[in-house]
């Protein structure tokens, strides 16, 4: 039997003057309009708090909520399926397997859940590792699914806050939604092209985008400085000078928040300061304190002063601070560190706990120890059923103090009516000319040369031939030269050779009169070519922008944001 609510409401009288001032970063918003809040005609869904401040109206919500409830709320699992109610049988028994029912509704009612997170991957997805479904088909199919989602959400107690619904659009090699929408260059792109300005209006249209799906929290933008050649992270990142990236990071969030998606910094305390893949092993990071204040944690700062709402934690053990502990469940590093040292008041969110260094535990055990640790929400589990059981059986034994749980709930809640303010854009703003052009000018401003004469003309006709598995990318950039007004035939004429993720210098061309980079451009060090080119990105709007570069239409005015041995930054001064 649940603890009635008056325990929840003792343990938020304490806890009310430490989150009065709800998340991190930003002015206040206007209340909701009084309409908002009004109680709800139908008696099976829970009437709202009254208006006010997110931050009272999650103080008030958490008090009539039963254990059964907090504990829901702190947990954010993935189902299978591309429908809230309606999924195949293998759906199915994926849901019976991770939650002990059939579809991702019932999935949200029976364990009162806070968020969801959607999932999916693509052939150069390096996080595809425990990515063991997908929710994503296009953008129709996707706000079917959440709407589905929250009407299901609407039902609990916790209901009046709107379920988060969250999913990993990176851009880039993680993109989660690819088909029907604006797609921007990479962060390393972003990176390259150096204007934060342009990054923040590329990233408010494409979370214009998300929010108009239904998709209300972002696990971007990835805050990480490339310190190493981290295959992982690579060009998810904004590049290797922590100064550079922390204004790019603080563009994306501003971008994001703008329009009523919560950013996600991450993933704290630096996973591109590692090589080694955390959904393999436990990365470490053995940098010493000062190396990281100064070289790691700029542009999470940079991020949280822009106003993000959320961090999420990494399987990172970061010997300095708490030795052979990752971070995701190091009190020293998230409460002492990221909340203490820092400053940051948002929420705290694991990376995915179906990776392995967080599967040394077993599901509940694993929650209680990151919910004790100072994350607000568990992302991922890999048993949604005993994740819940476990944390309910540790609030009641006293082993996660109901004070912890509490100021959890009120700091994701406090997210959640945040974000309510803001009312989503409708789908017709998808992929809009606007937007295109936003992701265009960002693209545009990345296209680098460091090899060859900047801004010179490729000898046409051209040939355009690439690593392999490309083809799309091939027919994508063929079109655009086409469209530029340069020639292209199937052989015969000046090569423009195409590499991308995961290549090395066996997929060069030693024959190519141009090497053109669409990932980290580590690869150009090996090219023979008298032209190098990189766009970090092998997006529409990066083939675009090469495109203009080759026909001598465009000048290449980006500059590498990570050191390439034995080539510059750039040939071409910016002007």
Aim: glycine share 10%.
């Amino acid at each position: 039997m649940s603890n009635r609510p008056w325990r929840a409401r003792v343990a938020v009288a304490a806890l009310t003057a430490l989150l009065v001032s709800g998340c991190s970063g930003g002015s206040p918003r206007p209340a909701p309009t009084p309409s908002a809040t009004a109680p709800s005609a139908d008696p099976s869904v829970p009437a709202a708090p009254p208006a006010g401040d997110p931050a009272g109206r999650a103080a008030a919500l958490v008090a009539t909520l039963s254990d059964e409830d907090l504990v829901g709320q702190v947990l954010m699992p993935y189902a299978y399926g591309d429908s809230a109610t309606k999924v195949s049988a293998g759906s199915a028994a994926g849901n019976q397997a991770l939650a002990g029912v059939d579809t991702p509704a019932e999935m949200i009612a029976k364990y009162r859940l806070g968020g969801l997170i959607l999932v999916g991957f693509s052939a150069d997805d390096p996080t595809k590792g425990n990515q063991e479904t997908t929710n994503v088909d296009n953008p129709e199919q996707v706000h079917e699914l959440t709407t589905g989602l929250r009407t299901a959400a609407g039902r609990l107690a916790a209901g009046p806050a709107p379920l988060l619904i969250g999913t990993d659009q990176e851009y880039g090699v993680v993109t989660r939604v690819t088909d029907g929408v604006t797609v921007l260059p990479s962060a390393l792109a972003a990176g390259a092209a150096g204007d934060p300005k342009l990054t923040e209006a590329a990233w408010r249209a494409a979370g214009t985008e998300l929010a108009a799906m239904g998709i209300n929290i972002d696990f971007a933008p990835v805050a990480d400085v490339l310190a190493t050649r981290s295959t992982v992270i690579g060009s998810r990142s904004y590049g290797a000078d922590p100064k550079q990236a922390a204004a790019q990071v603080g563009g994306a969030v501003r971008g994001l928040q703008a329009v009523g998606v919560a950013a996600t910094l991450k993933h704290f305390p630096g996973h591109g300061h590692s090589a080694d893949d955390s959904h393999q092993d436990l990365p470490v990071l053995t940098q010493s304190v000062a190396a990281l204040q100064s070289g790691a944690w700029p542009p999470f700062t940079a991020g949280m002063e822009a106003g993000a709402m959320a961090v999420m934690s990494g399987h990172l053990d970061a010997r300095a601070i708490d030795p052979g502990t990752p971070a995701t469940f190091s009190h020293k590093l998230l409460t002492d560190v990221l909340r203490g040292q820092l400053g940051f008041k948002g929420v705290v969110i694991t990376d995915g706990m179906n990776m392995p260094p967080a599967k040394r535990w077993a599901p509940g055990e694993a929650a209680v120890r990151a919910l004790n640790a100072g994350n607000d929400l568990i992302l991922m589990t890999p048993n949604v059923g005993q994740a819940y059981d476990g944390l309910l059986a540790a609030l009641r034994g006293g082993s996660l103090p109901r004070t912890r749980l509490v100021e959890a709930v009120t700091r994701v809640l406090t997210m959640k009516f945040r974000l309510a303010e803001l009312p989503a854009a409708q789908m017709s703003t998808l992929d809009t000319p606007a937007h295109r052009a936003a992701a265009d000018a960002l693209a545009a401003a990345a296209v680098t040369v460091l090899r060859g004469t900047c801004g010179a003309a490729v000898r046409t006709p051209v040939t355009v031939t690439s690593s392999g598995g490309r083809d799309g990318t091939r027919a994508a950039l063929t079109a655009a030269l086409t469209a530029a007004g340069v020639p292209v035939k199937p052989s015969g004429g000046t090569i423009v050779h195409l590499v991308g993720y995961g290549d090395g210098a066996k997929d060069l061309r030693p024959d190519a009169a141009v090497t053109v980079a669409m990932d980290t451009p580590y690869v150009l060090a090996d090219a023979k070519s008298p032209t190098l080119l990189a766009t970090y990105s092998s997006s529409r709007a990066s083939m675009t922008a090469l495109a203009a570069v080759l026909a001598g239409k465009a000048r290449p005015d980006g500059r590498s944001p990570v050191a390439v041995p034995g080539l510059p930054a750039t040939t071409c001064p910016r002007s």
